[in-house]
């Protein structure tokens, strides 16, 4: 049996009504709902606030891809109720290392974002030695158009053993939730393949089934 | 006689009162009103509506820092008021293209901003290319922790002759604007300084003094 990753919607809609109601509808499903970076840049902690309250059962992800002043960016994050939220990997080390301090003064979570980092190992290795809890392996949506995938990257940091989460993000849909599961991701994030979907509930429970079939053959 | 530049104040409180009060009392002073990256993303568009309704006559720039979805995330802020917003120059070209044609279409700018960006001269030529109008000399808050300054890239990029606005941010104070001048900046980031000062109109006031005595000289 695979290993059974933690199912995060990414919600990447810029309006404050829509997001909670995407969220509405993807959240018995998964386990992780993420607060995608331009939805958070338009609606800011008010946002944040309105979903903890919506979902105090659900774990949840700030997309706040900090690139400085780490601990005084993230601080009203945990504050308002994220669990974890994303530093980039290409920031100085310096600002990883102060969202990992109140990170750690929050009983909370930080997940260090590879989206463009050269080298992708030698950063990771560098976190988890700095006490990152979770490395996210991504191709983001520019990069997505121009044909990329994060699967190749995702089985490299996977094998690197670190001890920590890896997470996946980069335009998992139905076909590619059985390589990431087996690739042994710990989170697997979706966000167009629900939230781009006719019925995003459906779509959510179709990822889920997924899953659980994957993990379980 | 130097070139003079224009002065930017960088607003970095969390709070959507305060940040507006301090862009009251800087405002007389300076050209460019900036909404720093973490108080953007606590506070969202409302307060950059807030702001340009409150400023119709200064110049309204968002600290964005994109890393995605350039032309997505960067829409609705162009859309809100502002004049200029941020992308990170450690982003993917493709990204930093969607902003410059978006910046574009609404008749507005985009400055690249190198913090952490390993080949300073390399990218600002690559961008320039591309379409920036703006490139941002850029010693992040975690790096001036460190005792690092903008100052010699400063030089390097002014140096290069781009034809395009060189705007440097990290620490400037009143003891280091005549250098920053001398330099031939032709944006001037002030944030501590200003807004961290007793009385921040008398601090904006001097800086202003400082900038129109340096130029002159």
């Known amino acids: 049996m695979a290993k059974k990753p933690l199912i995060q919607v990414a919600l990447d809609s810029l309006d404050f009504g829509q997001t909670l109601r995407l969220a509405s509808l993807a959240a018995p499903y998964v386990d992780i709902i993420e607060i995608g970076t331009p939805c958070l840049k338009c609606n800011g902690l008010p946002l944040v606030k309105a979903m903890r309250a919506l979902f105090p059962d659900k774990l949840l992800f700030v997309d ?9 960016e993230v601080t009203p994050f945990y504050d308002a109720g994220a669990d974890f939220v994303s530093v980039l990997g290409v920031a100085d080390l310096a600002t990883i290392k102060g969202a990992i301090e109140a990170a750690k003064e929050h009983g909370k979570e930080v997940q260090i ?23 996210g392996v991504h191709t983001g949506i520019d990069q997505q158009l121009a044909g990329q995938t994060p699967f190749a990257d995702l089985q490299e940091i ?27 991701a710990d989170i697997m994030v979706v966000g167009g393949a629900i939230t781009g979907a006719d019925d995003p509930a459906a779509a959510a429970k179709k990822i889920r089934d997924l899953v659980e079939q994957a993990a379980a053959s």
């Open 64 to 72: 706040l891809k900090t690139m400085d002043a780490g601990k005084y």
């Open 158 to 184: 996977v094998g690197l053993g670190l001890g920590v989460k890896v997470s996946v993000a980069g335009g998992i849909k139905p076909e590619t939730v059985e390589s990431v599961v087996k690739a042994g």
């Open 113 to 135: 974002d590879l989206i463009n980092v050269p080298n992708k190992s030698e950063r990771a290795k560098e976190v988890v030695e700095l006490g990152a809890q979770i490395v």
